[in-house]
């Protein structure tokens, strides 16, 4: 659903308010002590933040995509980590939800997810089949004239805290979409993982040992698993994204900031051309970044199943973040080193961005393809 620019800026504000009262002030907490606020997280799904590609029926306020780019991304201007939670719960479990499932699946899980009273995980990556998720071990079979799921997933993004799992599964010859929940017998959550980066934002391992599922629980067409893993994959890239131009941007202001304030040579920094040459790369790339980003989320309103746009756009905005972070800190000196600074975690944070939603590696592989296909179909490279 498209809105106009004034929606927008109106919905910007309003997140911004709430970024600046509720996570600005503990933004080095939630890194420092691994601190996932879930009151503050929760109370995202008052605010009406969680809902906004879910029609009004079900209780979202239908703004579609660029709505929760927005959000995602003024969240990472503050902490990436609480973003990325956002990102998991609202698109990869939520919207995923809703897209594919059935009134079942939108009345007794998504208006939870949209209200916060659920926080929500998307389950695909394994111990054992990461980038090659079509591996995967975890499976639903019928046994006795029952359906029970078996397996494990591991670096499940608030696992430690979710309540509803949209979880991928090995069904026969296919794959299955199946929605878990944390109250299923047979269900166990294993230990939250210490990461370098993207503190804040539980991850964690999850068992499933004979979980009994009935037929509500399939989230969209049973065996239709592998559609819902690669146009998810194609929605969870564009948005995520701009997870990472939150965390550019602010790497950007705080440099433009302390290049006037610091003082060396008797001259503030941004007199030394030295510095300028990193502020002007540093503002190209978030632009270049920040510009395809938008066309990734246009087309991802159209177009659920095209992959080029949103595998771009994440992987450039992702290496354009890890960039910035990094200059950022060279521009802050010694100080850029410091803890308390407060700008040497969105470098640990934006390494996440070349991994996470699919490696970078993966990343190119996928574009590539898609080049060829439109080079084949069309005789020459379409955009
Ligand atoms: C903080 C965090 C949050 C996450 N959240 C979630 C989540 O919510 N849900 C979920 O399901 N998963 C989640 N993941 C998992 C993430 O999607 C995987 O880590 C990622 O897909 C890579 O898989 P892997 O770690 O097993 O690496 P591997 O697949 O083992 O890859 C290792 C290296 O080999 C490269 N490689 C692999 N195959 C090829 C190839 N064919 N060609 C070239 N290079 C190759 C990779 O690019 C990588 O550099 C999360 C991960 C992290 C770190």
Known sequence: MKHDAETYNILRESIRKFVAREIEPIRLKIDAEDYFPSDIFRAMGKMGYFGVTVPEEYGGSDMGYMAQAIIGEEIAYSSPSLALSYGAHSNLCLDHMYVNGSEYIRNNYVKKLISGEWIGSLCLTEPGSGSDAFDMKTSVKSENGSLFVRGSKTFITNAPYADIFLTYARDGDGYSAIAIEASDPGFSRGKRLDKMGMRGSPTGELFFDGIKINDDRFVGKRFGGKNIILEGLNSERAVLAFVFL???????????????????????????????????????????????????????????????????????????????????????????????????????????????????????????KAMIRNYKKYGRFEA
Not at 283 to 294: D, H, I, Q
Not at 308 to 320: F, G, L, R
Not at 349 to 355: E, H, N, V, Y
């Open 246 to 368: 939150g965390l550019a941007k602010r790497a950007i202001d705080m440099a433009v900031e302390y290049s006037t304030e610091r003082k060396q040579f008797a001259s503030p920094l941004y007199d030394f051309e030295l510095i300028q040459e990193k502020l002007a790369y540093m503002y190209t790339k978030y632009e270049s970044a920040r510009l395809l980003s938008l066309r990734a989320i246009e087309k991802l309103e159209e177009d659920r199943s095209d992959p080029i746009y949103a595998s771009s756009s994440i992987m450039y905005a992702a290496e354009s973040a890890e960039y910035i972070a990094r200059e950022a800190i060279q521009i802050y000196g010694g100080y850029g080193y410091l803890k308390d600074t407060g700008i040497e975690y969105l470098l640990r944070d934006a390494i996440l961005g070349q991994i996470g939603a699919g490696t970078t590696e993966m990343r190119k592989k996928v574009i590539a």
